[in-house]
C-alpha cells in the first residue's frame, strides 16, 4: 500500500490507458497489416482464406486474445494492486437473476444504439450516402461457422475481456472506490468494441460486471455470464430468429421481450442491495475528471477508439 500512496494517481490512469491504446493499436496493425500483406504479395491465398468461415476470427483471436493481451499486461504488471479478501461464492439462484438481469440490460441499451444508429442513417443518406450503419459483430457471425463463433466470440473473447477489465484493471482501481473503479472499467470496456452499436449495452453491461467483480472478489462469475450472454446474442437467438420455421423466430421474440420484463423487474427488486464502498485513496472531486480521463494515455486510448467509431460509420 505504501507504493500505492506515493504513486500519483494520473500516472496510474494514464498507464492504464496508455497499455489500452498501445493493445488496441497493435490489433488493429496486425489485423490490417496481415491482410494488407496477403492481398499484395499473396492474392490467391487471400481469396481463398478470405471465403474460409475461421480467417477473421482466427485473426482476431491471434492479434487480440494472444498478442494483445499479452502486451497489456506486461505493461500494467507494476501497476499497485490493492489488497482484497476471498472471493465469495454464488449460488445459483443469484447466477439467474444476474443473468436475466445482463439480458434486459443487453436488449434494452441494444435499442438505444439501433435509434442512434438510424438517426445517423438518415443523416448519411441526406449527404447522398448509403444509410446503413454497419454493425462489425454481425457481419462476423454471419460470415463465419457457428463452431468459430462459439471458441472465439462466445468463449475466447469473454475470458479474455473479463481478465483486462474486470481483473487486471479492475484490482488496479479499486483503490480510488468502487464507483470510480466500475466506471472507469465500464467506459473503457464500452470504447473497445470500436463501434456505436456495441458501445452502450457494453458500457452498461460493464457497470453490471464491475459491481459482480468487486462484491465476489473475482472475475469468474463474469466469465461466466459474459460467455452464457454472448452465446445467446451472437448464436443461440439469432439463428432462431433467423430459422425458416416461424414457430423458432415467434420463440426468439417471445425470449427477448421475456428477458427484458422479467430482468426489469428483477432490478427494481434488487436495487437496493447496490451499494458502493468508499475509496483508500479519495480522489479530489474538483479534479477527478481530470485525473482520470485528461492525461496522455487516456487521451490516446479515447481519440484511437472514436477513430474506429468514425470508420465504422462511414463504411
Known amino acids: 500500500m505504501e507504493n500505492r500512496m506515493h504513486m500519483n494517481p494520473k500516472k496510474i490512469f494514464s498507464k492504464l490507458g496508455l497499455a489500452l491504446f498501445v ?23 487471400f481469396t481463398k482464406l478470405a471465403m474460409t468461415p475461421w480467417f477473421n476470427w482466427a485473426l482476431t483471436f491471434v492479434s487480440f486474445h494472444v498478442i494483445g493481451f499479452a502486451i497489456f499486461y506486461l505493461m500494467t504488471r507494476n501497476i499497485p494492486i490493492e489488497e482484497k479478501d476471498t472471493p465469495k461464492t454464488m449460488n445459483f439462484k443469484q447466477m439467474f437473476v444476474l443473468f436475466l438481469i445482463c439480458m434486459a440490460t443487453t436488449y434494452l441499451f441494444n435499442y438505444v444504439s439501433i435509434f442512434i444508429n438510424y438517426i445517423i442513417g438518415i443523416l448519411k443518406s441526406m449527404m447522398g450516402q448509403s444509410s446503413t450503419v454497419v454493425n462489425p459483430i454481425d457481419m462476423a457471425v454471419q460470415n463465419s461457422g457457428i463452431i468459430y463463433t462459439i471458441l472465439v466470440a462466445c468463449i475466447s473473447a469473454p475470458i479474455v475481456e473479463e481478465l483486462i477489465f ?28 470500436g463501434n456505436l452499436s456495441q458501445f452502450f449495452y457494453a458500457f452498461a453491461l460493464g457497470l453490471i460486471f ?15 455470464l459474459h460467455i452464457i450472454i454472448n452465446l445467446f446474442g451472437s448464436v443461440i437467438l439469432p439463428n432462431l430468429a433467423l430459422s425458416p420455421n416461424p414457430i423458432f423466430s415467434i420463440l426468439a421474440v417471445v425470449l427477448i421481450f421475456g428477458f427484458i420484463i422479467s430482468g426489469t423487474i428483477l432490478f427494481f427488486i434488487y436495487r437496493k442491495r447496490i451499494y458502493l464502498e468508499d475509496a483508500i485513496i479519495p480522489l479530489n472531486p474538483r479534479t477527478r475528471f481530470r485525473t482520470i480521463y485528461v492525461n496522455v494515455g487516456m487521451i490516446l486510448y479515447i481519440i484511437l477508439c472514436l477513430i474506429m467509431f468514425v470508420s465504422v460509420i462511414l463504411a
Open 166 to 193: 474486470r481483473k487486471i484493471m479492475l484490482d488496479r482501481l479499486r483503490s480510488f472506490g468502487d464507483k470510480t473503479a466500475i466506471l472507469v472499467t465500464a467506459f473503457t470496456f464500452g470504447l473497445i468494441h
Open 23 to 45: 493493445m488496441m493499436f497493435m490489433i488493429y496493425a496486425i489485423q490490417i497489416g496481415s491482410v494488407s500483406i496477403l492481398r499484395s504479395f499473396f492474392p490467391v491465398l
Open 210 to 224: 464491475g459491481f459482480i467483480a468487486i462484491r465476489t472478489n473475482t472475475a469468474r462469475y463474469t466469465i461466466i
